[in-house]
Structure formats: C-alpha cells, structure tokens
C-alpha cells in the first residue's frame, strides 16, 4: 500500500524550459514533505522541504507547493538545466514517525 | 569531508555468510538511519536510531540486527545472508528526529550469490 505516490515514472524536458514533478500522498497524517535527487551510485541528497502549515516554498531554482485538500505536492525547477538529470524522489513524514516514507521517484531528462 | 558516509559501497557475498555494512556521519546529528532500496527501486525504512537508543524497528528479519557504538556511528549486520537481501543500504543521519532533512550515505550494493 503505497502512502506516497509518484504516477510519473519519466519525464524529459528542454533546457531552460520549467520541470514539473508531481506526487500524490493518502495518508492525512503527513504533515512535512521533501523533494530527494539521486544521481546513479550515489545517495538521494535533500533538495527542498515544506511544512503542512505552508503551501509553497522556494530556493532559488526549485519551490515545491503543497495543496493539502488534494494531498498533493508538486516540484517546480525553472529554468531546467541538463545537470538537472536524476531521479527524483518525493518524502514525506510526520510527528508519529520518524522515518521518511518515499514515492517510487521520477527520472527528469533535460536535453540541451 | 564526507559528511555520512558507508563502507563497503560494494558487498559480494555467498548464502548464508554474516556481513556488516559500516556507517559514520560528521554531522554531529542526534538520529541515525538504515534504508533498504529492493529491486523494484522503493527506499524503505529498517531502523532508527536517536543518541544510541533504537526507536524505529520496521518488520526485518531479526538476522538483520544494527548497532550503535556511539551517536556517529550506525552499523548493520546481517547473518544467514538469503538472495532476497540483494539490495542497496542506505544510511542517513538527521539532526532532529522530527522534523529534520535527513543527508544520505552513497549506499552499498550487496549481493548475495
């Protein structure tokens, strides 16, 4: 029973233009969210964060949003560079646990 | 300076052997993690622990059995060594349990033959 989903196993993008990354939660309990990239033999390395108190937030490239009537967050990066290319894994948490219950990830390719 | 980092990153074994993956973060963070990343590509949750104290047991195999010397290190030892454990580890530290980013090792790759 998948608590966090990522209904988007690949997506490609030109340079410079907006990736969207998309994740769906069903647990109502979550109420801290992350985004993850991974690159191939390494480990996932935290990007960006949200609160449930907030519905967006920004660093620099990335801002995640948060609509918590649909249960659903998603991940823009503007402009996509071709460095950008990696898996990315949306998270998510909250008081009861500690540990982060991952979505499958979503591979981004960015062509130049 | 690697902040978390895991030794071996790559593990070749046979059935039924013991192993043990190393862990150590940099960090000075309070909360230590195992992952297990299957074939299918989902990072689960095995363990947590916060200051050595173990506060996240997910359903493993009591072969799998982690060990805190101290709050740097989190290592995990495996015995009776089955095909089905082939799988990435990652470890992870967070410097609060709740709620805290948690900065990931690079994984190790263990293969059971």
């Known amino acids: 029973d998948q608590q966090v989903k990522q209904n988007s196993p690949s997506l490609s993008v030109q340079e410079g233009r907006i990736s969207i990354l998309n994740c769906d939660y069903t647990n109502s309990m979550f109420d801290y969210f992350l985004w993850y990239k991974k690159y191939p033999a390494e480990g996932p390395t935290f990007l960006i964060s949200?609160?449930?108190?907030?519905d967006k937030n920004e660093d620099g490239r990335f801002t995640v949003f948060l609509n918590k009537s649909a249960k659903h967050l998603s991940l823009h990066i503007v402009p996509s560079q071709p460095g950008d290319s990696a898996v990315y894994f949306c998270a998510a948490s909250n008081q009861a646990g500690t540990a982060l219950i991952f979505g499958k990830g979503t591979t981004l390719s960015v062509s130049s | 300076d690697t902040a978390v980092s895991q030794t071996p990153k790559y593990l070749v074994t046979q059935m039924g052997n013991d192993k043990s993956i190393k862990c150590e973060q940099n960090?000075?963070?309070?909360?230590m993690y195992w992952y297990k990343q299957d074939s299918k590509k989902f990072l689960k949750i095995m363990f947590s622990y916060n200051n050595k104290e173990l506060i996240i047991n997910e359903t493993v195999p009591n072969r799998f059995s982690p060990k805190s010397p101290d709050k740097a290190h989190l290592n995990l030892h495996i015995n009776s060594l089955e095909l089905g454990d082939s799988a990435v580890y990652f470890c992870?530290?967070?410097?609060?349990?709740?709620?805290?980013?948690?900065?990931f090792g690079p994984g190790t790759r263990l293969t059971v033959t």
């Open positions: 960090l000075g963070h309070d909360t």
């Open positions: 949200i609160s449930s108190i907030k």
């Open positions: 992870a530290s967070s410097q609060y349990s709740y709620p805290s980013e948690q900065y």
